[in-house]
């Protein structure tokens, strides 16, 4: 394969033609030819949008990328991984591309690239289906150039985590589009950490896209960490749908990166499924976190949460963005949501909006949000127990986040993004 | 007054009481007593028309009238009062309006004017100071913020405006200290007439040593298994369910 | 528990029609019409150009598209911009008033003849797109109050008019608000002058009587430095199958100290049970608290109109300012609303409550749709928000949109919302003490919103909540 593309929205069409002129195969090659037909009329999103009302994405767009369609060639010398000590099966992406020789596989996973699954019928059964008409997840559609595809079988119980660890090294700006399949046949359950992790210094575009599926009964925890370096554009996409009593439980964690946002849809589509959605961010000088998600209540008797909370430094902002959908018949649905943040700095933003829409009369349905300041009356107890001012209002920091890092139920992955945050606070 | 005729009784598809007979005359109190999940909850429930619950078999006499077929503020007007064991709260209305309207239901359906506003504080007053309660309870909404020892006392309130002809107590006695268990107690007491018939639901004897009833029943498992004077009661207390039990089965064998 | 038609569906009280005289223009919009609507009236030269350049300004915009309503579109040049009962133009006293009008008034419960007035209520009425009488006049007046229909004001203080008209609501800020300065013909008009505690609570009437005529009317009220006035808005309109447009303007400005209380209780015909005809009630509301400790507080119940969309909102300017928002909104059958407030906090220590309660019954579709801002130098400023939604009916919708956007740490923003249905429980519970399904649900509804209602005059609060029972009668099952 030949190298990539430069140059702004001309390297997207640029890069889909020479796939075109892959062999790919019919399937792959018709899903791109569609996305990109979606794509090529709506361009990037504008704030006009209402679900990018207040992210601006126009510093992303204005940058020139290249898209590489082979694996970096430079001699790579990682020295120890993220999450390194975490007891996992890893799964290493450099720059969007899976490198066997930082992977480490040893639970006999059914894991497939998704070049090799494309012909498998569960693959096409369920690749690419959960996908909404959004711009830059039809991008990823067009121009993925890897990714995997994961099944559990029926009743297996994944003992180990499984980490997909996303590293970035780009000398020169590069856009990057990670493409992942989760399968979860009936009541299997597994563990799954997705990992980004960039270096500080250079530019790029990471716009990941993972699709779950939950068949009855089935059991996912998902957990996604963002340490992208100081100048990088991540906009990822997560796609869930749920079965019957299927339960999902997430957690994000936005460490670092320059712009930030994560989408994600929970389809709940079959009666008594579950999903628990757990969200942090903490922004520093010059960073836009937003955190947008949509649960769709599609089926009765589902349960939804959701607890979203950022600390804002510097001159950052923040978005939240949440809807739920109860749909007519999604009767005894109960859906929760709440977003809070605290401002540490003068020149911080926050725009939050969480949203119900409601089509259903006996639900249970609340949401809530707040933006402030560390409540005086802690403060003061802890002055009386001695600390002082700073380390009293880094006590209370600490635990304003710490109702969401406890949610975070891998102890190491815990633990790591504790360090992160305790950090910060020093 | 009231009676009860091998009842069966179910919810979602689970069935709790398996043929229940009982027979209450005027004046008449009447304690059930049983252990948790026994189903005592249950029976005062569907005297009362509770939606939630199926009756599968069986039949209830009111002063002669099919109950089963009477919608639930029927029954209320005919002078059937439940005070529940957890009462629910209704937000922003006042427990003064919500009485007076239910106090106007019940005396139109007994071919009485209703009463103004003027006439029916007048009357609320003097049965708060009955049962020894707080003015400031008239504005508050119905149970909202109440504690668990007020919504008890509301009820027995609301019994004494209605003045009812049978008065269901489902576990009045729960989560009241020794005070307000004697408060509620002399409320009830207060109401004893050879008009209007009683039925006590208790899990406990204590509240039995203030509300002395005529007779007792013994519920397990849905079934009245044992009934007696209000010495039973005292039994019971002693020996617990379990010694029922077992003397039961010892009987059977 | 009862069927829902097993309720006897009571008609809308209002929905007669008074066979009147008309001065009407004929259908449609263009420069002609604006400078006929203004010749009638006699308007001072400042005036007509201002409606000129509103109208060329809304020539150039798009109807909006974006709220969480569906009707079809809306032909302007099938309107009727101009009807005014044919009597005399200029009223000096009652004794002019055609007698007609005052039946009509008398049975909306708004009797304006001396001897019958609604005590310690002045009453301004409006009759399609003129005011026909305005009540207390005098006493008013003597306090230094002025108030009167727009056109008078337009007439006797054309320098206020001037200095204050579209200072809060200019024409540029959006399609109907535009259109309603190109064309509105009458409205009432407040002047409360510095520390004044207007004596008497202060209402509006607005009757749509003709058909296929839009309602235009635009209020403005001044509460100069440290003066109180309470404004009360009544709206109905007759059953027709068509709808018709109303499209107002209200201004509200605070001067230091002042405050205003703006209370509306909005019943037009909302169309009938199959969602037929109706009224669109699309109005922009807005004050502006310019003075240092000044003060607005919107309350409003709507009940009526096919489809609401509305926001009356607060500009939070002087430092310590306040706004209020205390909402009601019913959706019954086939109505739609859209509605909520904005807060937008540019002052220190400026303060907003939004209370929103919104009952969706039958297909009812409800929506709150607020926005809270706290702009950079909006120090310390505190806003507390709670939306709660109840749902009769399992074919009804609640929707709840708050967009909040903070610039200012020190500022504390919380917002929440819940929805739910009357739980059997608490109608259980009704129902053993003897009350009917009914009557119990109305009861529970009323309690849903009293902190709204408990925010009336106390005749407004009385006559909200028997609205309340008569708009959702039949609802529920």
């Not at chain 3, 109109?305 to 059958?333: H, M, Q, R």
């Amino acid at each position: 394969m030949s190298a990539g593309f430069v140059s702004k929205m001309d390297s997207f069409v640029s890069a889909f033609e020479f796939l075109q002129r892959q062999k790919e195969g019919s399937f792959l090659r018709a899903l791109r030819q569609k996305a990109f037909d979606q794509f090529s009329p709506l361009g990037f999103p504008t704030q006009e949008r209402e679900e990018w009302k207040y992210t601006d994405v126009s510093q992303v767009v204005n940058t020139p990328y290249e898209i590489s369609f082979h694996p970096p060639s430079l001699p790579l010398s990682p020295g120890p991984l993220f999450l390194e000590d975490l007891p996992a099966d890893r799964l290493v992406f450099v720059n969007g591309f899976y490198t066997e020789s930082l992977s480490r596989k040893s639970q006999g996973l059914q894991i497939k690239s998704l070049r090799e699954a494309v012909h498998e019928k569960s693959f096409q059964k369920y690749f690419d289906q959960e996908r909404k008409e959004k711009p830059l997840d039809a991008l990823n559609t067009a121009l993925f150039q890897e990714g995997l595809f994961l099944e559990i079988p029926k009743g297996a119980k994944i003992q180990h985590p499984i980490h997909f660890l996303f590293i970035y090294s780009c000398q020169r700006p590069e856009a990057i589009f990670p493409r992942n399949l989760f399968v979860l046949n009936e009541h299997s359950e597994a563990t799954v950490v997705e990992s980004h992790v960039g270096l500080d210094g250079e530019v790029y575009f990471s716009s990941p896209l993972t699709e779950m599926v939950l068949k009855e009964g089935a059991r996912l925890e998902l957990i996604q960490i963002q340490k992208q370096g100081g100048k990088a554009f991540h906009i990822g996409s997560s796609y869930v749908n749920q079965e019957r009593n299927s339960f999902f439980s997430h957690a994000v964690a936005t460490l670092s990166g320059k712009l930030v946002r994560n989408d994600l849809n929970m389809t709940l589509r079959g009666e008594g499924s579950e999903c628990v959605s757990n969200g942090l961010y903490w922004t520093e000088e010059g960073q836009h976190v937003d955190n947008t998600t949509f649960v769709d209540h599609a089926f009765p008797q589902g349960t939804s949460r959701q607890l979203y909370k950022g600390v804002l430094s510097g001159r950052s902002t923040a978005v939240f963005y949440g809807k739920i959908l109860v749909r007519h018949g999604a009767q005894k649905t109960d859906a929760q949501q709440t977003n809070q943040n605290l401002l540490l700095s003068k020149d911080a933003k926050v725009d939050t909006r969480p949203q119900l829409e409601i089509l259903a009369d006996d639900v249970k349905c609340t949401h809530g949000a707040a933006v402030g300041q560390l409540e005086e009356e802690p403060l003061f107890y802890l002055k009386t127990r001695g600390l002082g001012e700073a380390a009293a209002r880094r006590l209370l920091t600490y635990g304003f986040m710490h109702e969401v890092t406890d949610q975070i139920r891998l102890e190491p992955v815990r633990q790591r993004v504790e360090e992160v945050l305790l950090g910060r606070l020093l | 007054m009231l009676e009860i005729k091998n009842l069966h009784v179910s919810i979602e598809g689970v069935q709790i009481l398996k043929g229940i007979s009982l027979k209450i005359n005027k004046g008449e109190v009447h304690a059930v007593m049983g252990p948790n999940g026994s189903g005592k909850s249950t029976l005062a429930k569907v005297l009362a028309g509770d939606p939630a619950y199926t009756v599968t078999k069986g039949e209830v006499l009111f002063e002669g009238n099919n109950l089963l077929k009477m919608e639930p503020e029927m029954r209320a007007r005919e002078g059937i009062f439940l005070a529940f064991q957890y009462p629910v709260e209704i937000p922003g209305v006042s427990n003064t309006y919500f009485l007076k309207a239910a106090l106007n239901e019940v005396r139109v359906a007994k071919g009485l004017p209703e009463l103004d506003a003027m006439e029916f504080l007048e009357l609320f007053n003097k049965k708060l100071k009955q049962v020894e309660m707080d003015q400031t309870l008239a504005h508050r909404s119905v149970n909202e913020s109440f504690s668990g020892g007020e919504k008890k006392r509301n009820e027995i309130l609301q019994m004494t405006v209605l003045e009812p002809r049978l008065a269901i107590l489902d576990e009045t006695d729960s989560g009241l200290d020794i005070d307000a268990l004697k408060i509620v107690a002399a409320g009830v007491n207060q109401l004893r007439s050879p008009d209007r018939s009683m039925m006590v639901v208790t899990h406990y004897q204590r509240l039995l040593n203030y509300i002395v009833p005529d007779f007792v029943h013994v519920l397990l498992e849905g079934r009245i298994v044992k009934s007696g004077s209000k010495d039973l009661a005292l039994q019971l207390e002693r020996e617990g369910y379990d010694g029922v039990k077992d003397s039961l089965a010892s009987a059977k064998s | 528990m009862n069927k829902p038609d097993s309720f006897i569906q009571q008609e809308y009280k209002y929905g007669f029609v008074t066979p009147m005289e008309v001065d009407t223009l004929p259908k449609g919009l263009s420069e002609d019409v604006i400078r006929l609507i203004s010749q009638k009236k006699n308007e001072p030269s400042f005036m007509l150009e201002w409606r000129l350049k509103a109208y060329r300004h809304w020539l150039t915009m798009k109807e909006p598209s974006w709220s969480h309503v569906h009707y079809p579109k809306i032909d302007y040049q099938d309107i009727i911009y101009y009807s005014a009962p044919k009597k005399k133009p200029k009223l000096n006293s009652l004794e002019e008033v055609d007698k007609e009008l005052l039946t009509t008034f008398e049975k909306l419960g708004i009797p304006l003849e001396e001897q019958k007035r609604l005590a310690g209520v002045a009453v301004d009425a409006v009759f399609d797109s003129v005011s026909v009488a305005t009540t207390f006049k005098e006493q008013l007046s003597k306090a230094g109050v002025i108030f009167c229909s727009f056109s008078e004001a337009v007439q006797n203080h054309p320098d206020l008019i001037q200095k204050y008209l579209g200072s809060v609501v200019p024409y540029t800020d959006n399609f109907y608000a535009a259109l309603n300065a190109a064309v509105f013909s009458d409205g009432s008009f407040c002047y409360i002058p510095k520390g004044v505690r207007c004596p008497m609570e202060l209402s509006t009437y607005f009757r749509i009587n003709a058909a296929e005529t839009g309602q235009f009317e635009r209020t403005l009220i001044v509460a100069e430095e440290g003066s109180y006035v309470s404004y009360l808005e009544g709206c109905s309109a007759p059953l027709r199958d068509t709808n018709q447009l109303h499209a107002a303007v209200v201004e509200l400005v605070a001067q230091e100290k002042a405050s205003i209380k703006y209370s509306t209780v909005q019943n037009w015909y909302s169309g009938d049970k199959e969602g037929k005809g109706g009224i669109y009630n699309f109005v922009t509301k807005r004050g502006k608290c310019v003075g240092r400790n000044s003060k607005i507080t919107w309350t409003q119940v709507e009940t009526g109109s096919a489809i609401t969309w509305k926001y009356p909102s607060v500009i939070l300017i002087g430092d310590d300012s306040v706004g209020e928002f205390y909402s009601v909104a019913l959706c019954n059958n086939y109505q739609q609303a859209d509605t909520g407030t904005k807060m937008i906090h540019v002052g220190k220590n400026t303060r907003s409550t939004i209370i929103s309660k919104g009952i969706s019954a039958r297909h009812g579709n409800n929506t709150y749709r607020g926005l809270v801002k706290v702009l950079p130098k909006a120090q310390n400023a505190r806003n507390y928000t709670q939306c709660d939604s109840l749902l009769l009916g399992s074919d009804c919708a609640a929707n709840t949109f708050p967009y909040i956007e903070v610039q200012n740490n020190s500022s504390k923003v919380g917002h929440e919302a819940s929805t739910s249905k009357i739980s059997d429980e608490q109608l259980f519970y009704c129902k053993q003490r003897g009350i009917s399904s009914e009557n119990a649900v109305n009861m529970i509804v009323n309690g849903f919103c009293k902190e709204v209602f408990r925010n009336l005059p106390m005749e407004f609060a009385v006559e909200a909540s028997k609205l309340l029972g008569v708009s959702l009668e039949g609802s529920v099952g």
